[in-house]
Every structure is written in structure tokens, then in C-alpha cells.
């Protein structure tokens, strides 16, 4: 594959450890080190303040501006107003000045520097020296009262030193190192407390925040308020131990209604009380959630931390919550949703949290009405969803992508059907899903074309293989379609007068012809799917050809260099082979594998773990292994040089099914549950729970044997290639 770790950190079981200060990484650490609660993300920078390469980065969920300039030609399907996640306050905002001197973290010489994410509390905390004195500074977000956050800097000292220490939430903050956004409309400070109130430019949302500081030792407070912050100045004359600690309230009002009035003051609580409650969720968190994996530490770090900066990211909070590329970690992909949500993300929750796996999906519920204005911009009808959003407008510039790519629109489906297989929660259906796919359907019908020879299809599309675009019959795009089609005349069939919505027999007939007609190109001879209609007459070009430096290519190609050819940047054909396991025989697969493996650069970061479970379905264990070691450390190891601007949440999720799916042999496309577990060799063992249909399985591999438990009512499976009802403990030979 070609890319490279880049290893700083130490490995460690349950926790994420820098020791001694890189300072050039510094930025890759600040998204490493990164909390989270849902409602808020913090990054992982120095409060203090520290010169080096860095993104100071605090983010609340659905809290956004419009992008600054609106097109001015209106090109009809182009959009004319994109929007982002904002940058908003700096809610620990720190200053300190020891013996007059201020304390820069990137010019000072650190000693004993430690860096350290505990995943078992949520607890980050950094430890140093700086001519004697001690600092260490501590932060946490409540993962049970969301709008709070907790920070403590503490300081130690054998000789007396005067301190000088600001605390503040401040919101002149940048984004994307450009100017800041925000307004502020009020603030207030007074004795240990202060309060400041900011309002986003365009969209007229407020936040809120509410310090309170207290000292461990004998100091003197002094309020402080300016244009954009307000805190509190304190001095004290240290000799021994000296603690500050910090609480923060931020109050996100992402629809204007509180017109920037102060919300009542939550109730308090102390740091060390807050951080017992945190430890609370996280022992249950950990209790349901873990993946153990005996004989390989690093991977057993990295699926532990895929699985903690999932938890961080999103866990049903909120249902106009979603979940951006890059989680709450950084501003790039503009902290936007993709069809990355319900194909690579929704599985997590489905067999962990089927309640937030639900919310996931009445997101899009809640932005029909905007999915269906996309579709009248596109000339169609129905809905259709957008590539990138943040509150169900299409926000992706690159008409390419927003005018072409139907995956959102046929993964909200898939999400559906998936979704009630694994829960068979049929009223979800009957009350919004089933209005979901008959937009959806409709738009894939009013989209697509009977060509001259009466195949059905897609004409002019992007499939998930962004390499490839204005193509013609992209297998992946027009078998989601014949899938949605055939799912949603099932539905009607089954509860349509269960509904509420009024559907003609002939629209659903339309539908079943738009399925029965779909243009499928297979090479039956080499049991070979085409990406697309001429894709096999494509110029081949041998990727390993491609020097090292070329990549990332999009940087060093142009792009039109990169669509003229066979080479993809994702799966997409194989993304099919995954998502609709049950449709495809092991020859296809097989076949599929070795024809477009050696042709994907993995562009994206989406694409190992696909092929990682592809690899251990076709036994190929050195395949399935190193793509595997990809998916789940692609951050800790900064495999493609770019977690400096924030995590790949949606891919980390990917290294969660890559587990379960991969080397667990999970499929759960059909009615009943597969389960065909494999080990690889350098694994002692390795353990994973899932929920299903209001049961626990819990699932435990050794060499040569597996273990399946069933909580709850027996259960119908196939477990190791052989239909078998579960219930208690069974063990399988492997
Ligand atoms: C991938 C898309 C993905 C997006 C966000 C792109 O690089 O090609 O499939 O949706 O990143 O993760």
C-alpha cells in the first residue's frame, strides 16, 4: 500500500502517552489528544499557549456559519451558499507568568514532558517542568452533563515563585488560522466568576459560557472583561503546592431563541466528583463496548482508541446531531456528514446502541424537506440527500460531487434496511422510514434512464470511486438503486396500509421495472463486476509505478491526469461485495479481489478496512492483517500525514467493522445472522460483543476455536457456514 507509520507515541493498553514534547508534531497530537462529548470537541492544544505547529480548535456540534461568499452566477444544481462548522470559543484560554516571564510551552526547555489520554475516564493531562516548577494541567468534558467542562492546573514549586495566571473564555478565536467570526453580546465578571456570550456572523446562533475558578492556597482574584473575553486575572506567591481548578458551562444555542440570554447556572459540582461520574460511564461504556485483542498491543491500543473517539464523537445525544469525517477534531471537511455516516458508521451503533443508530437515521427523517429541494435543483423528484452536510443542506462546491454521487441518498436506504434487520424495529419503518425510501425511490427513478438498448440506469454519476466521474452505469450506483427500488416495493407490499402515505399501484410497478431492468455490466468468463460501463477498455496504469513523493495525488496530479485512467481511489465494486455479502459467491469475490486490489491507491482512508475484510473472507491472512494494522492505527500513526487537521472519525469507525465483519465474518445483510470467525496467527485471542435483536452475543476467538454466548432469547444463525439455533454458550471449531 505503500504508506508508512510515523510512531511517537508509546503503546500502551489503556491510555495514549507522549513522552517528552515533539514539537514538530505538535498539531498531530493536538487531534490525538482530542476530547469529546458529542455537544462539544476539544482539541488537544497547550492552554497556555505553545509556538509550534498547531490548530487551537473548539468545536460544538451544529454550531456553524454560512461560507463567506455566495456564488453569484446561478448555475442551476451548483450551490450558492456552502456552510461549516465554526471555530468557536477558546473555553480554557490560559495565561500564565512565572516570576513576570510568560510560559510558552514550544520556546521553554521542558523537562519530564507527558502527554496522557486516559480512555478510561476521558481524562487528558499534561505534566512538566520549567526551571524547577511543575506544572500539570488537566481537562475533561462530562460525558454525562454535556455542557460542562472541568480544567485544573496545578503547580509545584520548592523555592517561592510569584504566579500570575488568566483564566478566561476567550472568542477571538481563528478559523483555519483565518480571522475570527464571532460577535460578542454580552459578558460579565466579577470576583471568581465570569460570563461571556458570542453570536456566529451569519447564522445568529449564540454560545454561552460560565466560569467559576477556585484556589487550593492564599491568592487574589481580579475579574477581567475585554472585546472578545472574559476571566479572571490571579496572583499568588507559590512555595510547595498550588491548585487552580476550572469549570466551564457552554450553552449552545444553535437556533437563535435564547436572543443571547444567559441560561441558569448548572449545578456544581467539584472536579474530582464530576471526573467519579465520568469514570462511572466509562466503566459501562467499557464493559459493552471493548474489543480485546490478546498477543498484538498496538492494534489492541488502536481499536481501543477507535472505539473511544467514536464514543467522544457521537452517542445519540441530540438528534440533529450527525457525524463529520473529522468527528469534532479539526475543521477540515468543514466538520461535515457524508455518506460515510450510514455506510461505514451506522454499523457501530446498530450493534452497540441501536438507539443512536436510530437517531442517526431520523436525522435524515428530520432534513427530507431540504433533500427534496436538492432533488428539484438536480431537475428531479423525490429526494435526494446531500454528499457533505451539516444541517441537511447540500454544502459541497465541487458540483462533481454534490450533482453526481448518489451514495448518501441510496446508503440513507441501505441504513434503513439494515437497520431494521438488525433491530426488527418494523414501526421505525411504518412511521419514517418508509417515507424516506419512497422519496429516495422516486428521485432515483426521476434520475435515471432507459438507455437506446431498454437497460436502466444511471447515466452521468461519480460511484464511491471519486476517480471515475460522469460515467456511465457505475455498477455500485445502479445496484443500490435496484436494491432501494426492490426494498421499498417490499415495504409497500408488506405495511403499506400500515402508513399513512398514499402510493398508486403503478408507481410501485415503475419501481419494480426501474429494478427488473437495471443494467448490471459482469463479465460472466472472468465472473468480473465493471466498475463501469467501458471501465475494462480504460489505459491500465501500474500503481506501483507511481513514486512515493506523488501522493497524496490529488496534490500532485491534476485532475483531470487522475480520471483518465484504471487506477481508483477507493472500493467500489468490493464496496458492494461488503455491503451485500449474501448476493455475491465467493468465486465473484475472489475474482473482484484480485482484479481491483492491485488498481486502488487508497486514497481514502476509507479503504483498507474494506479490503481487510474482503482479505479475511478469502483467507488472505497477510492482506487482512495489514490493512487491518492501517484502519486501526491510521491516526496514532499518522499514515497518511494529515491527523494534524483532525481525526478520521468516520474511518475509525471502519476499523470497528473491520473486526467484526473482518475477522469476526459478520454479515448481517440478510435475514439471518453469519458468523464465521477467523484468528490470525500472531492473535493469542480476541473478544467482541454486539447487540441483535434484543439479545448480547458475545463472540471469543482462540486458535482453532471460537466461542459464541447468547444473552436473551435463542437466536437462528449461520455459524460457521452451518445454520444453528444459539442459545447460552457454544463452542465451534475453526
Ligand atoms: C472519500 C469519500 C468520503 C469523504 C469523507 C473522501 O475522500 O472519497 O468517499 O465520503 O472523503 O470521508
Known sequence: MGKKADKYLETQEWSIVERGFHREKNAVSESLFSIGNEYCGLRGYAEEGATAPSLQ???????????????ETAYKGIIRRG????????????????????LDTGKCDLCDFERRLDLRSGLYVRTFSVRGVKFTFSRFLSMTEPCNLYQKIEVESTQPVSLEIKLSVDFATKHWGKKGRWEKVSSHAEGNYAQIVGKTQSTGQYLACAQEVEASGDCAFRPEEDALSAGVRITATVAGKFALTKHVACYADKTGETKGKMPAPSPKKSFEEALAENISYYKKFWAERDIVIEGDEENQQGIRFCIFQLGQTYHGACPTDNIGAKGLTGE?????????????????????????????LLFRYHTLAQAKERAKMLDCKGACYPIATLNGNEACDLWQHASLQFQPSTGVAYGIRHYVTVTGDEQFLIDYGMEMLLEISRFLRSRGEYGADGRFGYFCVMGPDEFQMMVNHNCYTNYMAKKTFEYTVECFEKYGDRTRLNVEKEELAAFSACAEKMYLPYDETRKLFEQHDGFFRLPHIDIKSIPAEEFPLYHHWSYDRIYRNDMIKQPDVLMLMLLHAGDFTLEQKRANYEYYEPRCIHESSLSPSVHSILASELKKEDDALNFFGFAARLDLDDYNRNTCEGLHTTSIAAAWLNIVYGFGGVRSDKDLLVLSPSIPSIWRRYAFRLQYRGRVISVEVEKGRAAVSVEGDPLRAIVCGREETLSGTREFEL
Not at 456552510?83 to 510568560?102: L, Q, R, S
Not at 461535515?336 to 436510530?358: K, S
Open 57 to 71: 480548535g473548539c468545536y460544538f456540534n451544529g454550531v456553524y456559519e454560512w461560507s463567506e461568499k455566495e456564488t
Open 83 to 102: 456552510h461549516y462548522m465554526v471555530n468557536a470559543a477558546d473555553p480554557i484560554k490560559t495565561e500564565i507568568f512565572v516570576g513576570g516571564e510568560k
Open 332 to 360: 477540515a471537511y468543514s466538520g461535515h456528514a457524508f455518506w460515510d455516516t450510514e455506510t461505514y458508521c451506522l454499523p457501530y451503533y446498530l450493534f452497540n446502541d441501536p438507539a443512536a443508530a436510530r437517531d442517526l
